[in-house]
């Protein structure tokens, strides 16, 4: 909503390295533009996570909420330092915030004050606790869900168990974060014994029942910064001016794009111009591009079954040389009526099977039919391509896969 911030919290990271509140936000839409930014994005996404910079410093929140509200947006989430709420609370305009509100995060790292007071920069650090027990007891008057989540560094691991116990103790919900530096883990902290003797009463207290955000996998692989997809389109990340994290800020090898989401109709619109200036120049199969790519092993009168699975999102044209093959199933289905094809189109999300005859020996070219999906940076032959290799055929020859042999 806004970088600006009334912390100065040591960790505080925009995902490219930078604090919040350093970052100056000029273009900082106003509530006009708020509200049309909101009609743009539930075209694309039925959840809201509120945040920052501080959402609290915006006036206009309760305004903003409100409209998200009557537009259907649920759940709508908010992470805050929390120090603000007692006063906002109280004024007329924010009367019908937590009726709306649907998840309360309370940033909390730690119970000692003079730590707080570092790690923050902020004077009074209690406040976040005396306002953390009042959204506990308004709780039981308005229903939405409270959330702390507790920023653990290498220096306050202990800290971090304490707050851990206290929210067990308190009935409310929590969410760890290993601190992390342009989505880079901290190692030294990953590797900190007492660092895993704390994730590992995490994950046994979440068997147990405790209220721990996510399901024990992810929460096992977000504590020890275990690679997972990011799906980055299933959660688009919209910044204070309205442009969307296009393809992804915090990856450091794709350029990033301003697409500014006030300029499209919708979500689709936004993301299909933001597809436009991407202009991929490695592609590959199981991870690897030709010629590091897997050969497929055949022997004659043998049938093999392939699975494509397009992870990407352009769809890919794979073509197989020198044999008829049959596709016979799509995303686990068998088809009613296989096909007899050379290429077979596959779609981005889609799984399809084929099924090759071995009846012709010899190596065999297959691949992505469009031309660029075969080059390494515009290097012919590389990316999407491999051979299909009877295994029980010596050559006269050397083969080599970008001819047909
Ligand atoms: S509360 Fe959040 S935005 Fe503010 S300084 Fe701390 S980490 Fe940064
Ligand atoms: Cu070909």
Redesign the pocket.
Known sequence: MLNA?????T???NHQGE???DRPDPERLDTQQGKRLLERMITGTPAIYWC???PTLRNDLPELLDHAWHLGFFPNMI???GSLLHQRLLKPAWQGFLWQMDVVII?LDGLTLSMLNKL??VKRPEQVMVNLLLMRELRKLVKFKLVVNT?ITPETIDEARAVFDLVCDLDIWFVPVPVNYRHEPNRELLNHPRYRQLADLILARKKEGHKIIGSAELLRRLLFCEPYHCVTALKPHVWSNGEICWPCRASSNVAPVNINLLDYNSFDDAYEAGGRHINPNFFGINGKSYPATKRIGIKQGEWIRIRLINASGKPHHMHLHGHDFWWVSQDGNDLAEPRHINTVHVEPGGTYDIMVYGDNPGYWTFHDHATTRVTNNGIYPGGMLTVLEYEDFTPTYTPSVSVDQ
């Open positions: 911030c009334n912390f100065r919290c960790y505080c990271d604090h919040y509140f920052g910079g501080e992470n805050t330092n940033s923050w920069g920023v």
